[in-house]
């Protein structure tokens, strides 16, 4: 179980890292990275929409991929605009929130739109009572847990300029899987004491130590990593800082999406990828952990 882990954690790494160095000469547009995110959302999201339609809250697969479009087109909107030559005044309304939390009006005025979609949709297809307020919350929170929080994962692909947004990226991934690593690795060696039985039985207090320790060395790991490259990055206090806080965060998503999966009856998203079980197991600790990280840069780095 461990090795198959192992072996598909070092193949997602080297995926990502082709992907990001190869797009990095197709910056701002960076297409290659729309796509990748336009494939692993909507294979999160399809995974959460099989868990969800076993409880009363089904949502509407229809609403959830076309909300999930829009909201990843509107990520990049900002971006484009700022490059390419418009009219004046269209270019100043669509590139002036290019500050790196103004970009992220965006986003969040077209997940306004996706929720009235949302009533819209379910008010089409409705017969009778009983079902479609459940409908609509279970839409509404797919196209939020996977299209907001993943759009400050997206977002970080820009900050500090098309360059300096790799080491934000890494120091992310770095931390998070770290802390998925430790929490593994010293849950099984020493782990005695339950952390959360009710939403994961196998989660321990030791393993919990151990994922903020190894998110800790993971964050230092990119700082230095980003120094030998002449970058500025956090510093090594802001570097650990980051470990501990967003290393925090990303076990508290991976107990977050148990109790997801228990409350619908299942043990893993899926079978999609060996060694971990979904592609939404996989990014669990991610798309809780990107708000907290790209709070840190935004008003942190650089």
Not at 42 to 55: C, G, K
Not at 103 to 109: E, H, R, S
Not at 213 to 221: E, L, P, R
Request: charged share 15%; hydrophobic share 55%; glycine share 10%.
């Amino acid at each position: 179980m461990l090795r198959t882990r192992v072996l598909s954690a070092v193949l997602i790494v080297a995926a990502l890292a082709l992907v990001l160095y190869v797009d990095q000469g197709l910056a701002p547009w960076f297409p290659l990275w729309f796509l990748l995110s336009a494939f692993v959302m909507a294979a999160t999201s399809r995974e959460l929409v099989a868990l969800l339609s076993n409880t009363p809250a089904r949502p509407d697969p229809r609403v959830v991929a076309g909300g999930l479009l829009a909201i990843l087109a509107a990520d990049w909107l900002p971006h484009l605009a700022a490059a390419c030559p418009t009219h004046e005044r269209v270019s100043a309304i669509m590139s002036e929130p290019f500050a790196s939390i103004g970009v992220l009006a965006w986003p969040f005025l077209t997940f306004t739109a996706v929720v009235m979609a949302a009533f819209v949709a379910e008010s089409l297809r409705f017969e009778k009572p009983g079902g479609a307020v459940a409908s609509i919350a279970g839409t509404v929170l797919v196209v939020a847990y996977v299209g907001l929080l993943g759009s400050f994962m997206v977002q970080m692909r820009w900050l500090e300029g098309c360059k300096h947004g790799l080491i934000p990226l890494a120091m992310l991934i770095a931390t998070a899987k770290g802390a998925d690593v430790g929490a593994y690795t010293i849950g099984r060696l020493f782990g005695r004491r339950k952390l959360w039985p009710a939403l994961s039985p196998n989660k321990t207090v030791a393993g919990g130590v151990g994922g903020l320790a190894f998110a800790a060395i993971g964050a230092v790991a990119v700082e230095s990593f980003a120094r030998r490259l002449g970058l500025t990055a956090l510093g090594w206090p802001g570097a650990v800082a980051f470990g501990l806080v967003v290393g925090a965060v990303a076990q508290l998503g991976d107990l977050m999406e148990s109790m997801v999966k228990r409350d619908c009856g299942r043990k893993d998203a899926s079978a999609a990828v060996p060694g971990f079980g979904g592609v939404l197991d996989v990014l669990d600790s991610l798309l809780f952990a990107a708000p907290v990280a790209y709070g840190f840069w935004a008003f942190l780095g650089p």
